[in-house]
């Protein structure tokens, strides 16, 4: 009776161990396809704002106005750096993200000038 206790239990527990490994395994699974999803988001959201930032481009190339607006990069910048506090982003994050953009959007801008 001992042994058929005890061999009972060790299924059981085995049982239990698969059940939760697969459960881990399940909410890594969940959250890596949430990550797949939001980074194909994102890249879309960039090329985005890379197309109204043609847009612009356009816009200043027409009137004259020169690409880089210093005042305008650092209110975007600091809205973004505040932003990124409220959602638990460092502001060294927030700061290379946002000039990392800022760069190739001046790229694509003044690629407008090549054409």
Known sequence: MKKRIICITIIVCCFC??????????????????????????????GQRMKAARAIG??????????????????????????????????EFIRNLFNDVHKESIRQEEALKLK
Not at 68 to 85: M, P, T, W
Request: net charge positive.
């Open 58 to 91: 356009l816009y200043k190339m027409n009137h004259s106005i020169g690409v880089v607006q210093n005042k305008r990069f650092e209110k975007v910048l600091s809205d973004a750096i505040q932003q990124g506090r409220d959602n638990q982003l460092s502001e």
């Open 17 to 46: 161990t698969a059940k939760a490994q697969s459960s881990v395994s399940d909410t890594i699974s969940y959250n890596r396809a949430q990550i797949d999803t939001l980074d194909k988001q994102i890249i879309n959201l960039i």
